[in-house]
């Protein structure tokens, strides 16, 4: 009996060692032990099947977490593992408070160059699917996340990641379902993360079908984020992007499509940084009226598409709602706008330093119908800072004026043409040599490997091989 049970631990410490060396991890306890046992910069391969745990696994540095492919190998939680959800909402800047076993994977704090790839992550009743804190190089590729309570991946302190190719179905903003009043900041996202630095999240895409009395989820959702690029990504939730916290430096984003708000506004941001941009945003299709929480100084928008129905006249397409005064400068160009509701831009604070040049803008009457000037300014800024020039504007149907505010008068608009602008007459007539409306036609492919075309106002989906 005891020659019988030595030999079968030995056979079971042989199987551990080869699946911490490559062989491919069969069954849930396999994968657990493997886990646990591998040393750092292992890679443990992971069959088809369904794997369910009763905690969470955690990774050391350098590992590679593969699966057989996206719904192939499935991990979960068994059905007695219940996280309870008393630390929801999580204190979002702050560790403290935080259960970082509410997720099926954790990876170890401090470390670097985990991979996770070509697996689906299934969590409706925990956090979420991947937990990082303080890690250099994570690399998530060909994962669906999906039905979570706060997010997809939670990170904290992340630099030098990549997060692309990956799904996001009902991966977080679900916890507070049936508890109305918890909105707004008070959910999580699909990616949540805190002190994002030279990351890149791109070809992803993000859904929400899920939908409750708190109907908030963000696609992204970043406090502070320096030199991250969100590109090619197609996010069809009510939040695409949040950027809210000041100091954001040097982030791109670029060739999405956006049927939520981008918002990036506290306090206009803070100071400049020495690139002199704290967000480029160009070549996206935007299809929410209400598309840019601001406000935020050292900000360019241009080349994009921003593409509404008449029916949906809720929004300013720059909305900014603060009191905090703010240097600047926004510089809003070459873009095609149809269909602003409320009006294009909206600043409630003190704002300096606009440039609105090359533009076609095309307004039509909403089902309101919405009547205000199409621009929006604080009576106290500097107008002599304040440019619009060079723009193609035309409203179609309903007459609107260009300016709310007598003050704004003082700006220097010249080189417009202006189609059925009631205040045209009070506007100064300034001619210049310079091009009218957008310096080239407006053609690029955006979403999830460019999944769609837009060429001017038309937009399809990218023909099939």
């Known amino acids: ?65 593969k699966g057989a492919g996206i719904d192939k190998t499935i991990i979960t939680h068994s059905a007695t593992w219940k996280q309870s959800t008393q630390s929801l909402p999580d204190p979002e800047m702050k560790l403290e408070g935080l259960d970082t076993d509410a997720y099926l994977i954790r990876i170890e704090r401090d470390t670097s160059s985990v991979t996770i790839s070509d697996m689906t992550l299934l969590a409706p009743v925990l956090h979420g699917g991947i937990f990082a804190w303080f890690h250099k190089n994570l690399h998530v590729d060909h994962v669906r996340f999906k039905d979570m309570l706060w997010s997809g991946i939670r990170t904290f302190g992340m630099q030098q990641a990549q997060i692309h190719d990956c799904e996001f179905i009902d991966a977080g903003g679900r916890w507070d379902n049936g508890q109305p009043g918890l909105q707004g900041g008070n959910t999580g996202g699909g990616i949540f993360a805190v002190w994002m630095s030279d990351s890149e999240i791109f070809d992803n895409r993000f859904v929400r079908t899920q939908t409750g009395p708190a109907d908030e989820f963000y696609g992204i959702k970043v406090r502070q984020g320096v030199r991250c690029h969100v590109h090619h990504n197609t996010i069809e939730t009510n939040f695409s992007m949040e950027f809210p916290f000041e100091n954001d430096e040097d982030n791109e984003i670029d060739h999405n499509v956006c049927f ?35 406000a935020r ?42 269909n602003p509701g409320r009006g294009l831009i909206w600043i409630n604070e003190v704002f300096n330093n606009i440039v609105v040049r090359n533009n076609h803008i095309i307004a039509r009457t909403t089902v309101t119908p919405r009547n205000d000037g199409l621009f929006g300014f604080n009576g106290g800024s500097d107008f002599t800072t304040v440019f619009i020039r060079d723009n193609l504007i035309e409203c179609i149907g309903q ?43 407006l053609q690029f492919r955006c979403g999830v490997r460019g999944e769609f075309t837009v060429d001017g106002w038309k937009t399809s989906p990218k023909k099939k091989k």
């Open 297 to 338: 100084n050292g900000v360019e928008i241009d080349h994009n598409l921003f593409d509404f129905v008449p029916e949906q006249d809720h929004g300013n397409l720059i909305s900014g709602f603060g009191d905090a005064a703010a240097p600047g400068p926004l510089s809003f160009h070459n873009n095609l706008v149809s």
């Open 399 to 441: 007459a609107r004026p260009l300016l709310r505010s007598p003050e704004s008068y003082s700006a220097t608009i010249e080189n417009n043409i202006l189609i059925n602008v009631a205040d045209t007459n009070e506007l100064k007539k300034a001619k210049a040599d310079r091009l009218i409306g957008l310096e080239k036609p």
């Open 260 to 294: 939520g708000t981008i918002s990036i506004p506290k306090y206009a941001g803070g100071a400049v940084p020495k690139s002199g941009r704290t967000f480029h945003i160009h070549h996206n299709w935007m299809k929410e009226s209400y598309s840019i929480e601001f």
């Open 1 to 65: 009996m005891l020659v019988t049970r030595f030999a079968a631990v030995l056979l079971f410490a042989s199987s551990l060692l080869q699946s911490c060396e490559g062989a491919i991890v069969r069954g849930t306890a396999e994968l657990v032990a493997a886990v646990r046992e591998a040393s750092e910069g292992a890679t443990i391969e992971i069959a088809a099947g369904t794997y369910q745990l009763d905690a969470t696994l955690e990774l050391k540095a350098g590992m590679t977490l």
